[in-house]
């Protein structure tokens, strides 16, 4: 069924998911069609069907996946990542909600789509002006005041502050997902998404084995800790070098 949009932001999210879609063609990121808007006002997307289910759903009980599932999914959420990136666009809403894994009997692991991109935004080509927050600056932080997007528990510290990203941002995103694959909780579970949001800001995330309770490899916990560093300096500077990481434990 098609619906009416009256939100004028929910119209320009809609449009722009439209656009970005057409524009990146990649394996791993949803391919669309077609788009309008039909003769009494209703707009609409043509896209690929797909068998599956959400990434949300493979995951659903808490207790994460084994490293042999996490990894070609990982894997290939990287490449659709360093896809957007190349086109100049950065997702801003990653997370398992917008991640679906297809149903393809003729591969081992299962297909991973990356789904929408209405929050997604032009990558930022001068982050480095801007100040890296430390605890001593909590002041500048109001999140209540700033224009941040996205969904908290997977927000870089720069977006929960509203600042301007790049494809950093979604490396961090990436490693929050890690974590959550793994270990079936993401790092920060503060009780409200302003508490969530200043935890992503300023405290430093658990070690994957403190939330899985046993040891885990140091390779891969090296490569959390640098995917979810505060300073984007400090991580990985591409999808496909977190790929390669990933690929080489």
């Not at 140091?218 to 560093?229: D, K, M």
Request: glycine share 8%; proline share 8%.
């Amino acid at each position: 069924m098609l619906h009416p949009i009256a939100d004028r932001d929910a119209r320009r999210r809609f449009n722009q998911e439209a656009q970005v879609c057409a524009r990146i063609r990649h394996p791993n990121i949803i391919e669309v069609f077609d788009s309008g808007t039909t003769t009494n006002g209703l707009s609409y997307l043509v896209m690929e069907l797909l068998q599956g289910e959400s990434l949300r759903s493979v995951i659903a009980g808490g207790r994460g996946l084994p490293w042999a599932e996490v990894r070609p999914l990982m894997v290939q959420l990287c490449a659709g990542l360093d896809a957007a990136h190349s086109h100049g666009v950065v997702h801003r809403d990653l997370k398992p909600d917008n991640c679906f894994c297809v149903d393809d009997p003729s591969r081992p692991t299962r297909r991973l789509k990356l789904l929408d991109f209405g929050l997604a935004a032009p990558i930022d080509r001068a982050p480095e002006r801007r100040p890296v927050p430390t605890p001593g600056d909590r002041e500048i932080a109001d999140t209540r005041s700033r224009a941040a997007v996205g969904t908290p528990h997977y927000m870089s510290p720069e977006q929960c502050m509203g600042s301007a990203v790049d494809q950093r941002s979604d490396i961090y995103a990436a490693g929050i997902m890690l974590c959550e694959l793994l270990t079936g909780v993401v790092p920060f579970r503060q009780r409200t998404p302003s508490a969530v949001l200043l935890a992503q800001i300023y405290e430093p995330p658990p070690t994957l084995g403190e939330l899985m309770g046993i040891a885990v490899d140091p390779r891969l916990e090296a490569v959390f800790a640098r995917a979810v560093a505060k300073d984007p300096r400090e991580r990985f500077g591409s999808a496909r070098g977190l790929a390669d990481a990933l690929e080489e434990i």
